[in-house]
């Protein structure tokens, strides 16, 4: 068993490409680096270069492989489907062209569901219609990862948004061919959803192709739910901890991917603030010595 351990850009902050905060794109792939990582996320698309030699050069000079990108946009929202077309085209271009294999599915933040972030039985839920469009339009997206561009497409529930809790979480894997559609799984999200990370791990193993590692600080995680606040708000109270400092069981989490055979990608993602977080490369390099201290090599 190969188990590889990445780093993505929003755990410089880098949540939205234009973004004035953001550091900039060789930073990040040189701190990435420094801080003993092999891999990188493509970010949002648009934050790094689209022109495909730029950015292949700059990985290169790191040695750094493009592990895979994210579609985090609003498949929850029928008006803004050319932007989900727009956001799935420009990833997988860039994905197939530097040979990555990870698509990941995300729902935007909506606020409908903003208020009630890792509250499950206060959220609001989308009527049968509702569900029915929004399910079809991540199995479109998924179709189009899978079939056209050959990336192996992983839905990742997310705070805030529409495919947050558990339950819509295994109600869409039900509904949704397993050859087009995997998980991307966050250990960090699920905690903050109130669920057991580890749980749901060892019941769907088998369908998880990618791996987020995420831990959740339950003292602030406590205070944020019980205040309402909102997601962003959280990432700038530091929800997300350092890996090992929170609830998250990695150790937990190692030895099921270990049971399973597990092989590929593990990516770290601290979301964080830019302008609160001063030493992102501090944290990449301690979450990495982390990793290391219970097997992650």
């Given at each position: 068993m190969t188990i590889r351990?990445?780093?993505?850009?929003?755990?410089w902050?880098?949540?939205?490409?234009?973004?004035p905060r953001n550091p900039e794109w060789r930073t990040v792939l040189q701190q990435c680096a420094e801080a003993g990582y092999k891999g990188i996320e493509l970010g949002p698309v648009g934050f790094m270069p689209e022109?495909?030699?730029?950015?292949?050069d700059a990985l290169a000079e790191h040695d750094l492989s493009l592990i895979g990108?994210?579609?985090f946009r609003g498949f929850h929202d029928p008006a803004q489907w050319e932007d989900v077309l727009d956001g799935t085209h420009r990833t997988c271009k860039a994905l197939k062209a530097h040979g990555a294999e990870h698509l990941v599915l995300i729902d935007s933040i909506s606020d409908r569901r903003a208020a009630t972030a890792g509250r499950a039985t206060e959220a609001e839920q989308m009527d049968k219609a509702e569900w029915t469009a929004f399910r079809d339009r991540l199995a479109t997206v998924a179709k189009i990862g899978s079939e056209d561009y050959g990336l192996t497409v992983g839905i990742h529930a997310h705070a805030a948004g529409f495919m947050d809790f558990e339950p819509e979480l295994e109600r869409l894997l039900s509904e949704v061919d397993?050859?087009?559609?995997?998980?991307c799984f966050d250990t960090g999200h699920h905690s903050y959803a109130g669920f057991d990370p580890v749980a749901f791990m060892k019941r769907h193993i088998d369908r998880i192709s990618y791996m987020h590692f995420k831990d959740i600080d339950p003292a602030v995680k406590a205070d944020v739910i019980a205040k309402r606040t909102g997601f962003y708000e959280a990432c700038g109270q530091g929800i997300f901890c350092n890996l090992g400092e929170g609830d998250v069981d990695f150790a937990a989490v190692r030895q099921v991917l270990l049971d399973a055979g597990f092989s590929g990608w593990c990516t770290v993602e601290q979301d964080c603030d830019p302008l609160l977080d001063p030493d992102p490369v501090g944290?990449?390099?301690?979450?990495?010595?982390?990793?290391?201290?219970?097997g992650f090599n």
């Open positions: 351990i990445g780093n993505a850009p929003c755990s902050g880098v949540e939205f490409a234009q973004d022109d495909p030699a730029i950015l292949a990108g994210v579609v397993d050859q087009i559609l995997k998980i944290d990449a390099r301690i979450n990495r010595a982390f990793l290391e201290t219970i």
